[in-house]
């Protein structure tokens, strides 16, 4: 017969506390009370721009010179004598400033792309900052906090920069096999090593997927552990690994629940979205029809000149009611990960007690 501690042993795994499962009740009531409990028409645009910011030749006019020379030697006695040399082309000069301008030009705006890039990605590293403060207090204060975490933003800059760095070292051997294999001679398997080439490049590419997962996953959770325990970034990572090493049954089943759960609000997401769509566009698309069949009467040809502002406002008008209504989604994820972590890594000290108000043994006492 066996032992009670024996059978305790092997129930183990279903009767433990599956926290990913909790946070989902609690992360509802969260998201409730922040966007609903009351309404906040400034309080949603709010969360929904920090969201946002969340998510920042040589040969130039070749032949025309070479005509215009030839056609100066045929018929124009310069006059200089015989030590003129008649095939010197005074606009050679010209080109060769333009082609030098033009590639000052165009290094220079790559240069500004990938400045604005960095300068984006450390934007977005504040305000993950910014987004957990505001959730977990409950109160959006956009400048406050955006100037109370430059650093820790920067902190979060560096590691992200040095992931970004790994992660193209990492697509550059996802690159090489094709390399190898077109580099080949065509021969009776050159078509099965296309086909293998391929299978395996979308194999890395899988786990390449996974793995930047998992890293986003211990990234997202070390900043609220960072937040109010009060330590760096990267030391922040180093506990929540350490906390992974002595629970990782938890972190495990988390990943597979939040991805059914990302499924599921995905799909509500997009249904909800898709209302609005037809809602914002109809009325747009109506209030066009009508402008450009009055203005044709008024300027014949000429009404896109009064058309394409208007395009520009509904346009602008139209990414701040997708922005809005997507934000509920989003916040529900992510007070379910603080949810989770709350419960997963207590020591983190999460202060919603404070801030929202809401304890998560209210809702989870509710369940039994």
Request: hydrophobic share 60%; net charge negative.
């Amino acid at each position: 017969m066996y032992s009670v501690t024996y059978l305790s042993e092997l129930c183990i795994i279903p009767l433990m506390d599956w926290y990913v499962i909790d946070a989902v009740e609690v992360a509802y009531e969260r998201t409730k009370k922040c966007l609903f409990e009351p309404f906040d028409f400034w309080k949603w645009v709010k969360l929904a721009i920090i969201f946002m910011l969340v998510g920042g030749g040589s040969g130039y006019g070749g032949n025309s010179f070479n005509s215009f020379s030839n056609s100066m030697d045929s018929g124009y006695d310069s006059g200089y004598g015989s030590g003129y040399n008649s095939d010197y082309n005074p606009l050679d000069s010209i080109g060769d400033t333009i082609d030098s301008t033009f590639s000052l030009a165009v290094t220079a705006l790559i240069a500004l792309v990938l400045i604005l890039i960095l300068f984006f990605m450390y934007i977005s590293s504040v305000m993950e900052f910014v987004l957990v403060e505001s959730l977990v207090s409950n109160s959006v204060k956009f400048w406050e906090y955006s100037r109370r975490f430059l650093g820790k933003g920067l902190q979060l800059f560096i590691i992200k920069l040095a992931a970004l760095f790994l992660s193209l070292l990492v697509l550059a051997l996802l690159v090489l096999p094709f390399v190898v294999i077109f580099g080949m001679p065509s021969g009776d398997f050159f078509l099965l090593s296309i086909i293998g080439g391929m299978m395996l490049v979308m194999l890395l590419v899988i786990i390449f997927a996974i793995i930047a997962s998992i890293l986003g996953s211990f990234i997202s959770m070390s900043i609220p552990v960072s937040l109010y325990r009060n330590v760096g970034v990267l030391s922040a990572i180093m506990e929540v690994l350490r906390k992974f090493k002595l629970e990782w049954q938890q972190i495990i089943v988390y990943w597979v629940g939040r991805a059914v759960l990302g499924i599921i609000v995905g799909i509500a997401g997009f249904v909800i979205i898709m209302l609005a769509l037809l809602v914002t566009l109809l009325p747009f698309l109506i209030v066009d029809g009508i402008l450009y069949l009055l203005l044709s009467l008024v300027m014949s040809g000429l009404e896109w000149i009064v058309l394409a502002p208007v395009a520009l406002v509904e346009l602008i008008l139209f990414i701040i009611a997708m922005a809005l209504v997507s934000m509920p989604f989003k916040a529900f994820l992510k007070y379910h990960m603080l949810s989770f972590l709350e419960k997963w890594y207590p020591e983190a000290g999460i202060p919603f007690d404070t801030g929202i108000g809401f304890k998560a043994e209210a809702a989870t006492g509710s369940l039994i």
